[in-house]
């Protein structure tokens, strides 16, 4: 389809807000990039993040390939680890061709476009990650997600191009602005803010030094995997504020026995 | 996402007979048909045609783009015209950015496939045009079509990818087929069980025995709210077996440091 005029399209960047950050892990191939950008634009979604690109950044071919979103690759952000990358984020799903050994929630992109749409329209901010080119995301970044998405393609071919799978999401939530039918666990009222990513990796790191001392992840082999189930089951409960402060509170009371110390005392 | 075993897939490429032709006229970039014949193999799409592609033909580019449906791109028709290409079908469509002065039936990318699907069960032969790069199709091929297909995209920046743009209506008549619906929550393999109300409610019971040790559910006024909102978190994540069990051993190891004594002494 045409494309008459890129420099004059680069001026309009903007055009809508409040849509998910795409959150690129490791993507290999510049063109793979700028085709996501182009992809993100032609839907209205404008923040993309980058953990650890291969290769320069800004990166030529990227550029060429974005058929002039321009500002949308100037503008994205480098991160070192996922983990960064997401920190401020309220919700997060992570593609995958293969639903692992995990215990998540799984949508298709259209389901997934409702959620992020109602989750939008509560103020949440939203993300999605895609994982590098063949070998997908590691077991480590899909555990900081709280849902899987995958597309339904054909079970005989199924592995689908980076940029063709941003295009899918960008598309489906596009299409989702027209007429949201809220789904899924909303927490109205009392004031519950969604935490953040990086409420949560505090409190997983809080609860996981804490089981380190107690010698509960004292098998080292089994520890990363350990770590991850954890993590899923509170990533799964898309916790709050209020309910990452009554955990911690729990894991002090538990392993420093500070209220019992102060009640008795 | 993941493509472990290309030259596997390649034997099954028969997956689902029945879809529509796609057929891209004067294709200019061997890059673009490779990844528009693994876009529609993504979605069980088999059937190509090609209306003087630029360059030689087959193309090294197209077949390194396709990342392993090789076998459609050698089954691919050339003709000379996009006349010639569509001779055969009875139901044409032609996608478009842009709606020119002429009066024809305009979908978006679902209602076609809906369409498609009907006349595809009434044994009709359908087919879909893509224009080249850049410049989209002629007057003469758009007047070809019974309808035109438009891709709802950002006004400010619309033009779309060639291969982006199969992909999109190969995922829509994947979609209409009302094949693959399998969603929500999934518990893959591993033996993972959901956990009872009876495992439930005895870690509930162990957990808040140990809070109530620690002081932690001493006000007593505030102590049922609270115990609500401890369960709610753990009721939302929809735990298995053996996460309860992960979470006992974790309330065992900080409330009794059980492991860390056996480690230790």
Redesign the interface.
């Known amino acids: ?3 008459p005029e ?1 420099s004059k ?1 680069e001026a ?2 903007r ?2 807000s409040g849509g998910p950050v795409v959150v690129l892990v490791e993507p290999q191939l510049g063109e793979n990039i700028g ?1 996501a950008a ?2 993100m ?4 979604l404008t923040e993309m993040r980058l953990v650890k690109p291969r290769g320069a950044w800004p990166n030529a071919k990227a550029i060429n390939a974005s ?3 321009h500002a949308l690759l100037h503008e994205a952000k480098l991160y070192d680890t996922t983990a960064e990358a997401v920190a401020d984020l309220q919700r997060l799903a992570a ?7 995990m ?6 992109p ?2 997934w476009a409702a959620t992020v749409r109602a989750a939008g329209e509560e103020g949440e901010r939203c993300g999605i990650l895609f ?1 590098p080119e ?3 995301l590691h077991n480590d970044d899909l555990a900081l997600a709280d849902t899987l998405v995958t ?15 941003v ?2 999401l960008g ?1 489906e939530w ?2 989702a602005g027209g007429g949201t039918t809220p789904t899924q ?1 909303r927490r109205k009222g009392w004031g519950a803010v969604p935490a953040t990513q990086g409420d949560l990796v505090a409190f997983y790191e809080h ?1 996981e030094d ?2 380190g ?4 992840l ?1 098998v080292a082999e089994k520890r990363p995997r ?1 770590i991850r ?2 993590r899923n ?2 990533n ?4 709050t504020d209020q ?1 990452v402060r ?2 911690r ?3 002090v ?3 420093e ?8 005392s």
């Open positions: 389809m045409a494309d890129p399209r309009d960047i055009t809508e085709m182009r992809a634009l032609n839907f209205g058929s002039g979103a593609t995958t061709a293969r639903l692992r050994d215990i998540k929630d799984v949508q298709q259209r389901d994982g063949r070998v997908g597309v339904p393609t054909n079970p005989a071919f199924s592995s689908i191009n980076l940029a063709q799978s295009l899918l598309y596009r299409l666990i609860l804490e089981l001392k107690a010698g509960f004292r350990m189930n954890i089951i509170f799964r409960a898309k916790l309910e009554t955990l509170g729990i894991v009371a538990l392993a026995k500070k209220w019992r110390d102060e009640g008795e």
